[in-house]
């Protein structure tokens, strides 16, 4: 016989057996629980009304009981709370009966009550908790419970009363919830800083600082003006809870409240919150963050970097012949692939990274705290994880792309769109020598103060902006007129080729639908008079429609490029750029 299988297979059992009948005692341990903490709130409340010996020695047996019998079942925190009144009542164990009467005049029997009820109220707090637990244990469906554990979400908890912020952790633990806590503002500051959080609920009376002074650190932080906040106060007060509904809160609970009305609010909140994000800040192909998020989370990131300085490495991205993909395989492969590749970019970067779809097959990666060398280091990585694994299957095929990316450190005085630009360079410099590789923007050099004055700067270019929208000529001007160039406005084609028989122009925005003269025809006037001075002019397209056929119509009368509305004013200025030489 094999005994060497036997005795751990009956270790085993006996371990079950053990564990079965803890469970089975700490269930009669909190259903007698229950029974005796509504005895001790009704003694305790006897006595404060009038104390009696009898009901004093009632309510010591209780809770010596408890202090005893709470850590067997490994309940050390009830044990606590009910050595904590043992001390209070250790006295009472020591009177007469005949002194009854004198209890009040002799015996601090009046302020004991008031702490008891105290350590009453956290016991009730426990037993909250021990029930869920056992509640926990006994449902075999792992989605059991608040409807909060679905969402995975970290919290920070701002409060100054300890034992609240004790048994709001674990009960928000139990709701599969990370939680970190704060007991004052300094504190709370210091883990916003450092941490990303879902939400924060919010004491207004701290000490020694209250938690107004949190609302106006969240107010004046860009990154953290949208975080979703709940206040927790212990006063009904109308013109608190105005107040704070003014300083931005989303929510406000009065103490006492029932964990289950607060898990209720914060999953509400949240829900809302992450179904926003998805409609307003997620591209609704790969999942990832859009153009728009992007914009707006660059410049904030470049604020904190203001206040904090560290370095911020920019990263741009476009698949090597994505094109090809389309033709041969048709876009519903295209975008297999598109989701694919963001996939394995936002599994292999780190939760602080910041990763957004550009554009088409473009996409662009923020990576704080992070220098050239490194940022260059990490992709290098990523690429080789990519191009080893298909990003993608279709009917039983596998498809494998690569990339070509530019990396650009961010400095001291560099616009968002020249930071975009010099990564955007980098990338083409890298399709450039061969695709598939990842290629650092150039450094800035310093000046050196002993080398001769610069050449003259060569004569501004000049560029023609032909459109009839008013607005858009204004907007495209205004965005554009810190380039060294001079830009010429016309309203309509009949214009613009008045003005082109005139003078020569480098470049011409031309928008494709426009009253008396269209777009598309003044292109073709210009490309076929071949001994016109504007023959060779460079034409960027742009146009309303997103018809394939109008684009290659575009093409194959001569434009050089060709954007469709809406469109990015970063991406419209790179190739801009490109079309005047200037990169």
């Excluded at 002799?106 to 009453?120: F, W």
């Excluded at 858009?472 to 965005?479: D, G």
Aim: one cysteine or more.
């Amino acid at each position: 016989m094999n005994h060497t299988n036997l005795e751990p297979k009956s270790s085993r059992s006996e371990s079950d057996k053990d564990a079965r009948i803890l469970r089975q005692g700490r269930k009669l341990f909190i259903r007698e629980f229950e029974k005796q903490l509504k005895e001790l709130e009704a003694l305790i409340g006897a006595v404060r009304a009038l104390p009696v010996v009898e009901d004093l020695n009632r309510f010591y047996r209780i809770i010596h009981t408890l202090k005893g019998s709470a850590p067997i079942f490994g309940y050390d925190r009830i044990g606590r709370l009910a050595e904590e009144l043992v001390r209070l009542w250790e006295w009472t164990q020591t009177i007469d009966p005949d002194q009854a009467l004198s209890l009040t005049s002799t015996n601090p029997v009046q302020e004991n009550v008031e702490r008891s009820l105290g350590l009453l109220r956290d016991m009730n707090m426990e037993y909250d908790i021990c029930l869920t637990e056992i509640q926990m244990d006994e449902q075999k469906d792992p989605t059991g419970g608040s409807m909060l554990r679905t969402l995975k979400s970290r919290l920070l908890l701002v409060d100054d009363d300890e034992v609240l912020r004790s048994y709001l952790t674990r009960r928000l633990q139990l709701d599969d919830c990370i939680v970190d806590e704060a007991a004052d503002v300094e504190s709370a500051i210091k883990l916003l800083r450092t941490h990303t959080y879902d939400l924060v609920t919010l004491d207004l009376m701290m000490h020694p600082q209250s938690g107004y002074e949190l609302f106006e650190f969240l107010k004046e932080d860009p990154t953290l003006k949208w975080l979703p906040l709940i206040v927790l106060s212990g006063r009904n007060d109308l013109n608190d809870k105005v107040r704070c509904f003014h300083l931005g809160a989303d929510d406000y609970v009065t103490k006492p409240f029932q964990y289950e009305e607060l898990a209720a609010r914060i999953y509400g909140l949240l829900k809302r919150t992450k179904n926003f994000e998805q409609l307003a800040f997620r591209d609704p192909l790969t999942g990832v963050f859009n153009r728009r998020y992007f914009d707006l989370q660059i410049g904030m990131e470049l604020q904190r970097i203001e206040r904090y300085p560290a370095p911020i490495s920019l990263v741009f991205i476009d698949i090597d012949y994505f094109k090809r993909i389309n033709d041969t395989y048709g876009h519903h492969v295209g975008d297999l692939v598109l989701q694919g590749l963001a996939h394995l970019l936002q599994t292999n970067l780190r939760s602080t990274d910041l990763l957004a779809r550009f554009g088409g097959e473009e996409f662009v990666i923020a990576l704080p705290n992070t220098t050239l060398e490194q940022a260059h280091s990490t992709m290098q990585n990523i690429l080789h994880i990519i191009s080893s694994n298909p990003v993608a299957h279709y009917e039983g095929k596998p498809f494998s792309i690569t990339f070509s990316a530019g990396v650009a450190q961010w400095q001291e005085g560099l616009s968002v769109a020249d930071w975009v630009s010099k990564a955007d360079e980098a990338m083409y410099q890298a399709k450039q020598q061969g695709r598939n590789r990842v290629l650092c923007a150039a450094a800035e050099k310093e000046s050196d103060p002993n080398k001769s004055a610069p050449p003259p700067l060569p004569e501004k270019k000049s560029l023609l902006i032909v459109d009839d929208d008013p607005i858009l000529r204004a907007i495209l001007t205004s965005h554009l007129e810190h380039l060294p160039i001079a830009i010429t406005h016309a309203s309509d084609g009949e214009e613009a080729l008045s003005l082109l028989q005139e003078k020569t122009y480098h470049a011409c925005i031309l928008d494709g639908m426009m009253p008396r003269l269209d777009g598309f025809s003044l292109l073709d006037q210009i490309k076929k008079d071949e001994r016109s001075a504007n023959a060779n002019m460079k034409v960027l397209m742009l146009s309303g429609k997103k018809k394939e056929d109008d684009m290659l119509k575009g093409y194959q009368m001569g434009a050089d490029d060709y954007m469709t509305k809406p469109f990015s004013l970063v991406e419209l200025e790179v190739r801009v750029k490109k079309l005047m030489n200037f990169i």
